[in-house]
């Protein structure tokens, strides 16, 4: 279990030495960003405007599809590859661990970096569901309007 946690780790460090997976996420937060701001656009117009489900604007965009066609492929393309070109796969396949635990290493660190890709879009969640950052209940005011305190 160790070596495979230790090739995990490797795995996942090296995500963040190549530009690529900077390239990846800013991509990745700036479409779903814009999505999300083309989804909020609608969920605030009235009349005809609006529609019935905002959702359908971010799931039935073409925009939204091209990521999740492009985004796995960059994430993934790198993993044998980039051994390859730095001569480190003969010494990771001679080392003594087995084939599974490399694959598996491979797999769960790009897991983790899509994992950490969605990371940032649960700061959504509050502003779709109207979350109140303070205490007080909805429609009563911490001080009279009249001023004077209670």
Sequence with gaps: MRPTLSL??????????????YVVLAVFLAVTGHLFYLTLEQ?????????????????????????????????TMRLFAEERSTGTLEMLLTAPVRDWQVVFAKYAACFAFYALMWLPTLAYLPILTDWRWTSEPYGIEPFATSGRMW
Excluded at 46 to 74: H, K
Aim: avoid cysteine.
């Design 43 to 75: 969920l605030t117009e009235t009349g005809p405007r609006g529609i019935a489900y905002p959702m359908e604007i971010m799931v039935g965009n073409v925009a939204f599809w091209l990521v999740f066609l492009f985004i796995p492929p960059l994430l």
């Design 8 to 21: 995990i780790r490797r795995e996942f460090s090296a995500y963040f030495y190549s530009p690529i997976a």
